[in-house]
């Protein structure tokens, strides 16, 4: 399925280019937090600790970006809320007319794998869209769903670096973009992309870890009180 020009529309709507630069820089400082985090704790200096930096980088990722719009160097509304399925939570950012979930992917085309913490909600927003379409031309459809889905995907380099930013709107129910906005690309046709120091700030490794400690001491509790 091509991508759509309205749909790219209604993406930057909700995620103007104003915001790009900013959110590299959320995006790249949350990389370089988790893995100055995972590096400087010797328990998890091993094979299962491994398996756990993914999953750091994308808390630190989310922490960021809900830092920066809380702050107003983000345009956008976001919330830690819980996924559908199972213990896990995830962030929600919300633009003008559409709302986006954090994910990783293999390569900017790609599409989320699909696991408890990356669940995949898109059939219960994006199919009214399609039912819309079927009777009426995609503007008027898109003026009357309340809100367009899309994914903020990213992948990290092994040097730390982010080497894919996009908002990827999915079609409703195939493994193809309606619309797709590569955001490295288009800082770069604007001029460079902005230098972030790969030496985190003390305090936001302090903020993040205590955060992370947080965040468990929550979870623990719940299970707790689910027993």
């Given at each position: 399925m091509p991508i759509i020009p309205a749909i790219q529309d209604r993406l930057r709507l909700g995620f103007p280019k104003s915001g790009d630069e900013p959110l590299y820089r959320a995006v790249q400082q949350g990389c370089y937090l988790a893995d100055h985090l995972f590096e400087g704790e010797p328990f998890l200096?091993?094979?299962?600790?491994?398996?756990?930096?993914?999953?750091l980088r994308r808390v630190a990722i989310s922490y960021q970006i809900d830092?920066?719009?809380?702050?107003?160097?983000?345009?956008?509304?976001?919330?830690?809320?819980p996924m559908p399925k199972?213990?896990?939570?995830?962030?929600?950012?919300?633009?003008?007319?559409?709302?986006?979930?954090?994910?990783?992917?293999?390569d900017k085309y790609a599409f989320p794998e699909l696991a408890d913490s990356r669940?995949?909600?898109?059939?219960?927003?994006?199919?009214?869209?399609?039912?819309w379409m079927d009777r009426k031309p995609i503007v008027t459809a898109l003026e009357d769903i309340p809100r367009l889905y899309a994914w903020l995907t990213f992948g990290v380099a092994q040097d730390g670096q982010v080497s894919h930013l996009c908002w990827a709107s999915p079609a409703p129910a195939s493994d193809d973009y309606i619309g797709h906005i590569d955001i490295l690309d288009e800082i770069r046709r604007s001029g460079e992309t902005p230098p972030v120091s790969?030496?985190?700030d003390p305090r936001d490794k302090l903020r993040l870890k205590d955060f992370v400690a947080e965040s468990l001491i929550k979870k623990t509790d719940q299970a707790s009180s689910d027993e």
């Open positions: 200096a091993n094979l299962l600790g491994q398996d756990l930096r993914g999953h830092r920066y719009c809380n702050l107003g160097d983000l345009p956008w509304s976001t919330e830690m809320k199972g213990p896990w939570h995830w962030l929600e950012i919300k633009g003008t007319g559409s709302v986006a979930h954090v994910c990783r992917t293999e669940q995949d909600i898109r059939l219960e927003l994006q199919t009214d869209l399609f039912n790969p030496r985190p």
